[in-house]
């Protein structure tokens, strides 16, 4: 079975620009969440969606947008980009969206900001 | 507030040696708590999770956690290192508040493994 899929694998873009990001979860999971690693931190939440809806948000500025398909593919959207937006970006699919849900992440999407 | 701690930042073993990797965490409620593998530009892989029950759990690559509720630890242990253990590894606990869950991590710990 196909795991979490990511695409672009990597992605070099300047400042003020914008990126789009895509993830595909796994067959039958219907959340997809979005985090973001710095270089030498450990991931930080950005948005949990569920049945196409976001159903939170992490501590993240307006910048950051995001949406679930039908199908239960994502995209997580940067607008007007920062050289500090620079970092892997993960996301990960779980079934559900309850606590004991395990998430399955993707190899993630590398973006540099230049 | 909730949050994870990993103390130790870079651990150097050499192969063979047992390691112990500590991890303390932060959170009101029943934790669920987790712990991943990362190489080097890859994404997470997970190793182990403690929901309930037994508090030693068993994962896979020979890793175990203990879950130690009085200390707020959830240490990751290996009996014998391999070369290709050489890795980051990251302690997470699961959060459910306002209707969805996400993941807390810590900082990561780097280990590397001597020959």
């Known amino acids: 079975d196909a795991g979490v899929t990511q695409s672009p694998t990597h992605l070099i873009k300047t400042r003020g620009q914008h990126v789009t990001l895509r993830c595909s979860p796994i067959?039958?999971?219907?959340?997809v969440s979005w985090y973001q690693q710095v270089l030498g931190q450990g991931p930080q939440f950005i948005f949990q969606y569920y049945e196409k809806e976001e159903r939170g948000r992490g501590n993240f500025p307006d910048r950051f947008s995001a949406r679930q398909f039908p199908n239960y593919s994502s995209e997580l959207n940067v607008n007007a980009l920062l050289l500090g937006d620079s970092a892997l970006y993960l996301c990960?699919?779980?079934?559900?969206?309850?606590?004991?849900?395990?998430?399955?992440f993707g190899p993630g999407t590398r973006l540099t900001v230049l | 507030a909730q949050s994870v701690t990993q103390p130790d930042i870079h651990i150097t073993v050499s192969e063979g040696a047992s390691l112990e990797l500590r991890c303390n965490y932060s959170y009101g409620a029943t934790p669920y708590l987790f712990w991943y593998v990362q190489s080097p530009g890859q994404g997470l892989q997970l190793l182990l999770k403690?929901?309930?029950?037994?508090?030693l759990v068993q994962g896979i690559k020979g890793f175990e956690a203990e879950f130690k509720r009085s200390q707020s630890s959830f240490n990751l242990r290996k009996p014998s290192v391999h070369w290709s253990d050489a890795a980051e590894y990251f302690c997470a606990v699961a959060t459910f508040s306002g209707g969805y869950n996400k993941l807390i991590f810590g900082a990561g710990t780097r280990l590397a493994v001597h020959p």
């Open positions: 067959s039958g999971h219907k959340s």
């Open positions: 403690y929901f309930s029950g037994d508090t």
């Open positions: 990960a699919s779980s079934l559900n969206r309850g606590q004991n849900n395990e998430q399955f």
